[in-house]
T-cell receptor, first 114, second 115 residues
Framework: ELKVEQNPLFLSMQEGKNYTIYCNYS?????LYWYRQDPGKSLESLFV?????AVKQEGRLMASLDTKARLSTLHITAAVHDLSATYFC??????????????FGEGTQLTVNP | EAGVTQSPTHLIKTRGQQATLRCSPI?????VYWYQQALGLGLQFLLW???????NRGNFPPRFSGRQFPNYSSELNVNALELEDSALYLC??????????????FGEGSRLTVL
């Protein structure tokens, strides 16, 4: 059974600093997703990583995927308060098929302090 | 273009009652997923419907059921409500599995409170 673990679960950082959130998954997955959730709100898709070595960037966030290590990272550069949210990664089991479903990590609650 | 819409936004029930939650997918999307987000438990997969059929089911008891209509909207029914069913129920949609990356687009959720 696929398990997805995020580290850390809670992250408090100062504005302007850099940090990385790690997402490990227990079985092979040919793709990885990152989502953001603001308090009381739904999930917003950030990145879809579809191959080994994939790297995507949007503003101060950059995500990468290493399928051999079963690891994805979400790097935050020069954090600002607006990035405060809970970040989820999600993987599938194996390759994408008609029976695939996303399994989510526990989420990383990020707080950026002035 | 309208996103995924869910109703009701909030629902309060008592133990033993039944709850029905509704979801309309993005136009052109044929797959609908349901997830439960209980406090402190992350997102747990409930059900997946595609083209009117149930494609996959999570580890939930049979009192959690649902269906997908010909217009691809979906209903989630929870029978014999228990206190631990209190959660945010999120619906997500995507294009059929063959035509997409698997990226899910989520609605705002229905918050169910069981007293």
């Amino acid at each position: 059974e696929l398990k997805v673990e995020q580290n850390p679960l809670f992250l408090s950082m100062q504005e302007g600093k850099n940090y990385t959130i790690y997402c490990n998954y227990s079985t092979t997955s040919d793709r990885l997703y990152w989502y953001r959730q603001d308090p009381g709100k739904s999930l917003e898709s950030l990145f879809v990583l579809l191959s080994n070595g994939a790297v995507k960037q949007e503003g101060r966030l950059m995500a990468s995927l290493d399928t051999k290590a079963r690891l994805s990272t979400l790097h935050i550069t020069a954090a600002v308060h607006d990035l405060s949210a809970t970040y989820f990664c999600a993987a599938i089991s194996g390759v994408w098929t008609s029976g695939s479903r996303l399994t989510f990590g526990e989420g990383t609650q990020l707080t950026v302090n002035p | 273009e309208a996103g995924v819409t869910q109703s009701p936004t909030h629902l309060i029930k008592t133990r033993g009652q039944q709850a029905t939650l509704r979801c309309s997918p993005i136009s052109g999307h044929t797959s609908v997923y349901w997830y439960q987000q209980a406090l402190g438990l992350g997102l747990q997969f409930l059900l997946w419907y595609d083209e009117g059929e149930e494609r996959n089911r999570g580890n939930f008891p049979p009192r959690f059921s649902g269906r997908q209509f010909p217009n691809y909207s979906s209903e989630l029914n929870v029978n014999a409500l228990e206190l631990e069913d209190s959660a945010l129920y999120l619906c997500a949609s995507t294009k059929g599995w063959q035509a997409n990356t698997g990226e899910l687009f989520f609605g705002e959720g229905s918050r169910l409170t069981v007293l």
